[in-house]
Nanobody, 127 residues
Framework: QLQLVESGGGLVQPGGSLRLSCVAS????????IGWFRQAPGKEREGVSC????????KYADSVKGRFIISRDNAKNTVYLQMNSLKPEDTSVYYC????????????????????WGQGTQVTVSS
C-alpha cells in the first residue's frame, strides 16, 4: 500500500522555523518527484515547492522563495521542507505529494500532476 506521511507541523512564532518531513512507505521514492502543497481554510491549494527524483532540481513558489528549502534523502525514503522566517500567512495545512516520472529535470507545482498524497500536517504561525 503506497502511503505518504507528513510530520513536523506545529505552532511557531513569526520569524521562527519548522522542518516538515514526508516519509514514503510501500514504495521507493527513487522514481518519484515530490511536491509540497498547502491549503488554508477558504483558499485554493497552492504549490509551495518541488524536487526532482534525483534531487538535482528544485522549484519554489514566489511566496516562499529564499525562506523555504526542499531536500530529499532517498536512502531514508524521505523528503524535507525546511521553513525559515515563517510568517502568519504561511499558516496552512501542508501536504506532500508524489509524481512518478522518468525525468530527472522536469519540475511542476501543478497539483493535478501528482498521483499520491499524504494526509497533511498543520502549520500555524502566530504570536
Amino acid at each position: 500500500q503506497l502511503q505518504l506521511v507528513e510530520s513536523g507541523g506545529g505552532l511557531v512564532q513569526p520569524g521562527g522555523s519548522l522542518r516538515l518531513s514526508c516519509v514514503a512507505s510501500g514504495f521507493t521514492l527513487d522514481y518519484y518527484a515530490i511536491g509540497w502543497f498547502r491549503q488554508a481554510p477558504g483558499k485554493e491549494r497552492e504549490g509551495v515547492s518541488c524536487i526532482t527524483r534525483t534531487g538535482g532540481r528544485t522549484k519554489y513558489a514566489d511566496s516562499v522563495k529564499g525562506r523555504f528549502i526542499i531536500s530529499r534523502d532517498n536512502a531514508k525514503n524521505t523528503v524535507y521542507l525546511q521553513m525559515n522566517s515563517l510568517k502568519p500567512e504561511d499558516t496552512s495545512v501542508y501536504y506532500c505529494a508524489a509524481r512518478i516520472t522518468g525525468s530527472s529535470y522536469a519540475t511542476t507545482l501543478e497539483g493535478h500532476e501528482y498521483g499520491y498524497w499524504g494526509q497533511g500536517t498543520q502549520v500555524t504561525v502566530s504570536s
